[in-house]
């Protein structure tokens, strides 16, 4: 059974940084695209920030230029470093990853990690 656990989140100030770390276990296959989506109250889930397992990354308009998405491929783990946070990014962060298992696609979510941009 795949999981993905997240940690990181909590309370910052803005203008502050946080990063968020998500492990993948429990299973013997790599992952191809892993990433980040948030989620604010009352609003649709968005893209934040992905990254292939060959490195290829592309970003949500909104954190282009604060955020930056990396991951250790022999650990299965993606980071997320969130730098001049704002209020705007107080939402529930969720990271996702693929794979592709005998020529079917998998798709895994976390359980998600709050994060407060607040003053």
């Known amino acids: 059974q795949v999981q993905l656990v997240e940690s990181g989140g909590g309370l910052v100030q803005p203008g502050g940084s946080l990063r968020l770390s998500c492990a993948a276990s429990g299973s013997a296959f790599s992952f191809n695209t892993m990433g980040w989506y948030r989620q604010a109250p009352g609003e649709q889930r968005e893209l934040v920030a992905r990254?292939?397992?060959?490195?290829?990354?592309n970003y949500g308009d909104s954190v282009k230029g604060r955020f930056t998405i990396s991951r250790d491929n022999a650990k299965n783990t993606v980071y997320l470093q969130m730098n001049s946070l704002t209020p705007e990014d107080t939402a529930v962060y969720y990271c996702n990853a693929d794979q592709i298992v005998g020529f079917i696609p998998y798709n895994y979510w976390g359980q998600g990690t709050q994060v407060t941009v607040s003053s």
């Open positions: 990254i292939t397992s060959g490195g290829r990354t």
